[in-house]
């Protein structure tokens, strides 16, 4: 049987517990999970591609079954270059529901083979954002039950 590979587009900056947690589960379900960074031009980014792409390769260095790829332009192009069986996303609630939805409908009329499937978040994640994260470590918060030990790390010598 052909191996299935779920296709996890974002920007992961930086990477969260939740975004962790997504994949772990992911890979019950996937045979492979290709966590896709999206190569778009973000003035209010903290961490670069790079950077961003090296820390998930980082904590998931373990796991063989996760790989890290960057694309560019059209998500539904990239996912179909790469064979994946299905994009993968993660639901917080309602808040996401709206721009999940519209997302999922636009690119299944731009490729109605790829099938878009949805995680409900597990409680304990459900108000963590990378956006959250890099707001409260700027005003020098405690993100440490948020983050991976590894991004922690980063956002403590990316921060004064
Ligand atoms: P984006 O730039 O599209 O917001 P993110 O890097 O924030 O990308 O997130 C990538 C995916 O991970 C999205 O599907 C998002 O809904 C999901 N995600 C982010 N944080 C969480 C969380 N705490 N629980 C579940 N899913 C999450």
Same mark, same amino acid.
């Given at each position: ?53 090296? @820390? #998930? $390769? /980082? *904590? ?5 079954? &996760? %790989?890290?790829? =960057?694309f ?28 999940e939805?519209?997302m ?22 459900f108000?963590?954002s990378?956006? @959250? #994260? $890099? /707001? *409260? ?5 405690? &993100? %440490?039950?948020? =983050? ?13």
């Amino acid at each position: 049987m052909r191996e299935t590979c779920a296709f996890y587009p974002g920007s992961f900056d930086p990477l969260t517990n939740g975004h962790v947690n997504i994949i772990q589960r992911g890979l019950r379900v996937f045979d492979r999970v290709l966590v896709a960074l999206a190569n778009n031009v973000n003035k209010n980014a903290m961490f670069t591609l790079q950077e961003r792409a090296d @820390l #998930v $390769r /980082e *904590v998931f260095a373990g796991e063989s079954r &996760v %790989e890290v790829i =960057v694309f560019e332009g059209l998500m539904v192009e990239a996912a179909r270059k790469v064979g994946a069986t299905a994009v993968l996303r993660g639901l917080r609630g309602v808040a996401d529901f709206e721009y999940e939805f519209q997302m999922a409908t636009m690119n299944n009329l731009l490729q109605p083979q790829l099938e878009t499937v949805f995680m409900m978040t597990e409680k304990s994640h459900f108000f963590v954002s990378s956006q @959250l #994260v $890099r /707001e *409260v470590a700027g005003l020098g918060g405690d &993100v %440490e039950p948020l =983050v991976p030990a590894l991004v922690l790390q980063a956002l403590r010598k990316r921060l004064p």
